[in-house]
């Protein structure tokens, strides 16, 4: 997946070529993936193929007008959310009122001013950030953003399931933050919640785009590699530990903080491996982590390293 | 609904882009002031056939459109066009189609005067 398929999509439906020229140069800069089409009812199936974040729709259109849109997006529980800035040259408050009525949420008369629109543009990609964290609310830590224990649960049961049934490679790591204790005790819990975000951001970044980071509780976080066998994970994760020993923190730049990982994967199918007995083997090996001495990833082999698999 | 094609002189020298010199907009003004023949031809056509009902649609798209390239001034007549057709409907009588003849005029002038270099003195 390119980088550009990260941005968030804007899907613009207009029927004039020259917004799209103009658009595409003044979002240019802009963090966006941008889609133009020139027909409602393209515009319609692109949206049923991939969910945009913001939908730019021109209002007069040949054929199937953007009034036709917009109450066809409204009406469609799949697209109801999806942000829709209307972008018309028609001036009349009854076209505003119709349009908002619909469910539009904004409304932008042209020729518009492309600054105030980008802002615009910006402003929808909030709400379409909080819409969905809204929706993903009871699975997100509020600390860091990432998945929270409910949100592991699920998504583990999930590709332990694939892993059985398809042979799927699959590994997970449980990563600690070596000595947190001492980073909250010396500096405040202000800087240990900034450590805490600085790994889930670290996580973040590092991860590739099927990882799935959580934060399991306190200081603790879990990846979830699907698709990556032990070997291919340990080098996700020893990047990650990396990483985090060079990161200079704003709030005690002369200590350094490190992680810890236990880490356990399969190549293929994990068998009758249970999702607790996962993670029960990948806490031994943060736990041999600890002990060897911190700041090191403790990897093995499900297949190998649970004996309970032989025995099922 | 004949006109001329050649209208004569209007007013103003080269109307040059707002965005003259911005390095984002150069390549699409430069597209812009490029494709302004095609545009005002198709303009004039649709006159000349009395298809009103595409002339307003291309009134209203370069409307929308000139104050993006930075040409507001092309946008204002060209709104004014697409409302004067807008209050015509399809059957003028023939003074509307004068007061018309004249905006479509004007609106061709005002296209033929734009140019992708920046303004003289600038």
Redesign the interface.
Same mark, same amino acid.
């Given at each position: 997946m390119s980088n550009n398929e990260n941005k968030p999509l804007v899907l613009l439906i207009d029927d004039s070529i020259d917004v799209h020229r103009l658009l595409s140069a003044r979002l240019r800069h802009e963090p966006v993936r941008l889609v133009s089409l020139t027909r409602g009812v393209d515009g319609l199936e692109h949206v049923r193929r991939e969910t945009p974040s913001v939908i730019l729709l021109d209002l007069d259109m040949p054929d199937m007008d953007g009034f036709e849109v917009l109450r066809a997006l409204k009406d469609d529980q799949a697209t109801n959310n999806i942000p829709v800035i209307v972008l018309s040259g028609l001036h009349g408050s009854e076209d505003k009122v119709t349009a908002f009525d619909l469910g539009a949420t904004d409304y932008v008369t042209k020729p518009f001013d492309l600054a105030e629109l980008r802002a615009r543009l910006r402003a929808a990609l909030r709400l379409d950030r909080l819409l969905k964290l809204l929706a993903e609310r009871a699975d997100v830590d509020g600390l860091t953003g990432l998945g929270n224990r409910a949100h592991f649960n699920k998504r583990w049961a999930e590709k332990v399931a694939e892993c059985r049934r398809y042979g799927h490679a699959l590994s997970l790591a449980m990563i600690d933050i070596d000595l947190f204790k001492k980073v909250n005790d010396t500096f405040g819990h202000p800087a240990g919640d900034e450590v805490i975000q600085g790994v889930a951001r670290l996580l973040q970044t590092t991860c590739r785009s099927p990882d799935v980071p959580c934060r399991f509780g306190g200081e603790e976080f879990a990846l979830i590699m699907p698709n990556t066998g032990p070997r291919d994970a340990e080098m996700v994760v020893e990047r990650l530990r990396e990483a985090m020993e060079q990161i200079e923190w704003p709030r005690h730049p002369d200590h350094r903080v490190t992680l810890s990982a236990g880490l356990v994967g399969s190549d293929s199918s994990c068998g009758d491996v249970t999702c607790d007995q996962w993670l029960e083997r990948a806490d031994q090996n943060l736990y041999a982590a600890k002990h060897g001495g911190r700041n090191r990833v403790v990897a093995s082999d499900i297949q190998r390293a649970c004996p309970l698999t032989k025995a099922a | 609904m004949a006109t001329n094609r050649n209208p004569g002189p209007v007013g103003g020298g080269a109307l040059s882009s707002e965005f003259a010199g911005d390095p984002?907009?150069t390549?699409?003004v430069q597209?812009?002031v490029d494709e302004m023949p095609q545009r005002v031809d198709a303009m004039l056509d649709c006159w000349e056939k009395g298809n009103l009902g595409d002339l307003r649609?291309m009134a209203?798209?370069l409307? !929308?459109?000139?104050?993006?390239?930075g040409f507001?001034t092309v !946008?204002q007549m060209a709104a004014q066009l697409?409302a004067g057709l807008a209050a015509v409907g399809r059957t003028p009588d023939s003074e509307a189609l004068d007061h018309l003849r004249t905006q479509v005029v004007e609106l061709v002038g005002m296209c033929r005067r734009v140019t992708s270099e920046p303004p003289s003195g600038a």
């Amino acid at each position: 997946m390119s980088n550009n398929e990260n941005k968030p999509l804007v899907l613009l439906i207009d029927d004039s070529i020259d917004v799209h020229r103009l658009l595409s140069a003044r979002l240019r800069h802009e963090p966006v993936r941008l889609v133009s089409l020139t027909r409602g009812v393209d515009g319609l199936e692109h949206v049923r193929r991939e969910t945009p974040s913001v939908i730019l729709l021109d209002l007069d259109m040949p054929d199937m007008d953007g009034f036709e849109v917009l109450r066809a997006l409204k009406d469609d529980q799949a697209t109801n959310n999806i942000p829709v800035i209307v972008l018309s040259g028609l001036h009349g408050s009854e076209d505003k009122v119709t349009a908002f009525d619909l469910g539009a949420t904004d409304y932008v008369t042209k020729p518009f001013d492309l600054a105030e629109l980008r802002a615009r543009l910006r402003a929808a990609l909030r709400l379409d950030r909080l819409l969905k964290l809204l929706a993903e609310r009871a699975d997100v830590d509020g600390l860091t953003g990432l998945g929270n224990r409910a949100h592991f649960n699920k998504r583990w049961a999930e590709k332990v399931a694939e892993c059985r049934r398809y042979g799927h490679a699959l590994s997970l790591a449980m990563i600690d933050i070596d000595l947190f204790k001492k980073v909250n005790d010396t500096f405040g819990h202000p800087a240990g919640d900034e450590v805490i975000q600085g790994v889930a951001r670290l996580l973040q970044t590092t991860c590739r785009s099927p990882d799935v980071p959580c934060r399991f509780g306190g200081e603790e976080f879990a990846l979830i590699m699907p698709n990556t066998g032990p070997r291919d994970a340990e080098m996700v994760v020893e990047r990650l530990r990396e990483a985090m020993e060079q990161i200079e923190w704003p709030r005690h730049p002369d200590h350094r903080v490190t992680l810890s990982a236990g880490l356990v994967g399969s190549d293929s199918s994990c068998g009758d491996v249970t999702c607790d007995q996962w993670l029960e083997r990948a806490d031994q090996n943060l736990y041999a982590a600890k002990h060897g001495g911190r700041n090191r990833v403790v990897a093995s082999d499900i297949q190998r390293a649970c004996p309970l698999t032989k025995a099922a | 609904m004949a006109t001329n094609r050649n209208p004569g002189p209007v007013g103003g020298g080269a109307l040059s882009s707002e965005f003259a010199g911005d390095p984002d907009m150069t390549e699409l003004v430069q597209m812009f002031v490029d494709e302004m023949p095609q545009r005002v031809d198709a303009m004039l056509d649709c006159w000349e056939k009395g298809n009103l009902g595409d002339l307003r649609r291309m009134a209203h798209q370069l409307k !929308g459109a000139s104050g993006g390239y930075g040409f507001p001034t092309v !946008g204002q007549m060209a709104a004014q066009l697409e409302a004067g057709l807008a209050a015509v409907g399809r059957t003028p009588d023939s003074e509307a189609l004068d007061h018309l003849r004249t905006q479509v005029v004007e609106l061709v002038g005002m296209c033929r005067r734009v140019t992708s270099e920046p303004p003289s003195g600038a």
